[in-house]
């Protein structure tokens, strides 16, 4: 047989590559890396908002067919549902025209006090409406997806509320849909004001909500005047939320000899279990700028001025 003719090529059996192990281990680390490289630096935010605009149009053709057929489920309303509705709303209406005359009185008489007592003026939060999607895949987090992003000018943090109260805050934005980060997800905190006593304080999410409410109202004394049936708002000292948009009632107050704090648990008034549509406020942003922390010490750290000799 001629030379020429052999395969010198290296037998199947004596080639080596990485291992499965070394394989496992490499992309287990680059995995870690990448995680903590999203949690931290964002690096991954482009990559993901890329993502999520080619996919767009996509998500949209499959959320047709369930938007129909929601859609359809109203044609089926018999005439007697339809009439006790608009009776319903007819009542509502009239209930909600008397409050708005008391309220437009209240803001006049509120706005000439402010310009007595030579107050800053309020400022009017700008809004979107948007319309929830669905819920996000992750089962550890509290999310819904809405159909408003960059594109409507809506801008990471923006509070979201329906006709209850607060709903959630915007987390993530992408160009043309937005995750909204419900009020009771363990991450969310939220300051409050009690309208009963005027105390302030911080609101944690609980999406357990195994005591009947998804909000947790810490770190307030076990002798502070709380009771079940306090109503909470915004207390605007975050400069995100408005001041006084309506949060949780307190449903649970539970006081321990062997604690310095009381365990006040509240229900949120959103619907965050079965909102359609919100609205997507701009945060509100009016906090001043903090003096420099040196402002204070340059006048105590200045050199002692030199004397003559004589």
Known sequence: MP???????????????PSALSQIILYSALALFLMVAD??????????????????PIQWLLLQPKQWASQ????????????TAADAARQELVRLSVRANQAQELLQENERLRKLLDLQARLEPQAHAAQILYDTTDPYTRRVVVD???????????????EAGVFGQVTRVYPFVSEVTLLVDREQAIPVLNTRTGARGVAYGDPVASHGGGLELR???????????????????????????????VVRVERRADSAFARIYCKPLAKVEGARHIMLITPVDNLPARPPADAGGAANTAPAP?????
């Open 39 to 56: 949690a931290r630096w964002r690096m991954t935010d482009p990559l993901r908002q890329s993502v999520a605009a080619v996919l767009y």
């Open 72 to 83: 359809g489920e109203g044609y089926f309303d018999t005439l007697e549902q339809a009439q």
């Open 219 to 249: 770190f307030v004394a076990a002798n502070a005047d709380v009771q079940e049936g306090d109503m909470l708002s915004t207390s605007g000292l975050d400069g995100v939320y408005p001041a006084g948009l309506p949060v949780a009632q």
């Open 148 to 162: 408003r992003g960059l594109v409507q000018g809506v801008a990471p943090g923006s509070p979201a509320v329906d």
């Open 3 to 17: 030379l020429g003719t052999l395969d010198r090529r290296t037998p199947s059996f004596m080639r080596q590559g």
């Open 306 to 310: 030199a004397t003559g000799a004589h």
